[in-house]
């Protein structure tokens, strides 16, 4: 008897933090590859989007957190407009740029030094770079 892939099959807390950030359900994909079959990039990935779905359920984030694809993914939403299930397969990804950013060098600290002319930046800038930063 086949075992279904689900939420308790899996215990990686990665996966868990993908779906944390993303709000997507990625258990909810079943494979169909109308996410690939309309990526503009797709050519250029070395882990289509699909399979990036596919491997989030296995448990294999950490593979794709090393590969290039989250990269290069536009973030066009393609993949999200023809996904059957309405998953928005563009904020998975952008789920797995945060958490390797975050993963770089612990959390990412803004240093007030490095910042020439800080007062002369508009509050806005700040503002996004605060945002970015403690996510």
């Known amino acids: ?22 709000d997507q359900d990625v258990f909810q994909c079943y494979q169909c590859g109308n996410c690939t079959s309309g990526c503009p990039v797709v050519d250029y990935m070395d ?15 950490e593979k794709i957190l090393k590969s290039e694809t989250i990269w290069i993914c536009a973030t066009c939403l393609q993949c999200s407009s023809r996904c059957p ?36 930046l508009p509050p806005i800038a700040l503002v996004s770079v605060f945002r970015k930063i403690t996510g």
């Open 1 to 22: 008897m086949p075992v279904l892939l689900n939420r308790k099959n899996i215990r990686n807390k990665l996966v868990k933090k993908i779906e944390e950030i993303s």
């Open 47 to 61: 882990i289509p989007p699909n399979q990036v779905m596919r491997l989030t359920q296995l448990g294999a984030a």
């Open 85 to 120: 299930k309405g998953i928005d397969v563009a904020k998975v990804m952008e789920a797995f740029r945060a958490i390797n950013l975050r993963n770089r060098d612990g959390i990412l600290k803004p240093d007030k030094s490095e910042i020439e002319d800080i007062d002369e």
